[in-house]
């Protein structure tokens, strides 16, 4: 099932951010030149460690965002778009 949303008619504060990342194996999310991966099932950070990855200046998630699977990707760089096609 696919499901789209538009972040400037919805956006996802911190609750439903922490509620997404529970949601999926592994996040991926590019900060600046830095691209973190986190494994949520061998090794979950706390919730504020989370929000600090997935939230952005106006404290909603970040965008650009997607869900593919069991991953989550936050963030842009070309490091990670390659993660997405890979």
Known sequence: MRKQ????K???GPEQALELARSVNEIWVAKGKK????NMKKD???DEE???LLLGPSGNLR??????G?????GFSPELAEKLIS
């Open 5 to 8: 949303a538009d972040a400037r």
């Open 10 to 12: 919805e956006p996802l």
């Open 35 to 38: 691209l973190v991966h986190v």
């Open 44 to 46: 979950p950070p706390g």
């Open 50 to 52: 989370l929000l600090k």
């Open 63 to 68: 965008a650009p965002t997607l869900r593919r």
């Open 70 to 74: 069991k991953k989550l990707f936050v």
